[in-house]
């Protein structure tokens, strides 16, 4: 089993729709969770840090299921510059920060 | 500007040849991470430091590879005969301290012909 797995994408969906990525990690020890946002050819940019209590930034909702070792990406009312990847990212201690093949988002008008 | 800088941003590089590649990340953060990625594929953790010790090296770092961070400050990487397998995205990243986010350069794309 991979340290981090991902949905496979690529999702393709209409302005305004609302997406929903998962993920989840093998070692039940991870402590950090992140999600990144990739643009093509370019670097991965932190979108949001993963709490235990869940946690929101504007149209973007992340949640954690420990006992599932779950995480989830929630995107509201997608725009056009969503169109990206958005890669899960795990941290446990003792090693370094572990990504998912990541998951391509497409919004379309 | 302040954030993780890497040079150089693109090398081509003959089959064969040694290369290096520098990485200067944020002043004052402790940990530094080399990664590698590939089209169509997630990061894929190479090695790290805390300060100047590294800490972890991936099992894709082969003896070709190598990495410093002399006084723990900026990181080079070393790929020695390089191989067309090489070719990819090299990405660094570094953070504050252990379990903290990561801010990443924007990469030295090799080729290798």
């Known amino acids: 089993r991979k340290e981090v797995e991902q949905d496979p994408g690529p999702f393709n969906v209409p302005e305004g729709a609302t997406v929903a990525f998962n993920c989840t990690y093998s070692?039940?020890?991870?402590?950090?969770f992140f999600w990144y946002r990739q643009d093509c050819r370019k670097e991965p940019k932190l979108l949001m840090s993963?709490?235990?209590s869940g946690n929101e930034d504007g149209r973007f909702t992340a949640q954690l299921n420990r006992a599932s070792q779950y995480i989830s990406l929630l995107i509201r009312d997608s725009k056009l510059s969503d169109s990206a990847t958005y890669l899960c990212v795990v941290f446990t201690a003792g090693t370094a920060l572990i990504f998912g093949k990541g998951t391509t988002l497409s919004v379309s008008s | 500007d302040t954030g993780v800088s890497q040079d150089p941003r693109h090398k081509i590089t003959k089959r064969g040849q040694n290369v290096t590649f520098r990485c200067d990340p944020i002043s004052e953060h402790n940990r530094l991470y080399w990664y590698r990625q590939t089209l169509g594929q997630g990061p894929e953790f190479l090695t790290y430091?805390?300060?100047?010790?590294?800490?972890?090296k991936s099992r894709l770092l082969s003896d070709r590879f190598s990495a410093e961070r002399p006084k723990g400050s900026f990181s080079t990487l070393e790929i020695q005969r390089t191989e067309q397998g090489d070719s990819a995205m090299y990405l660094c990243a570094s953070s504050e301290t252990v379990n903290t986010e990561a801010f990443f350069g924007q990469g030295t794309r090799l080729t290798v012909v």
């Open positions: 993963v709490y235990s």
């Open positions: 430091f805390q300060n100047e010790a590294q800490l972890e």
């Open positions: 070692n039940s020890a991870s402590q950090s």
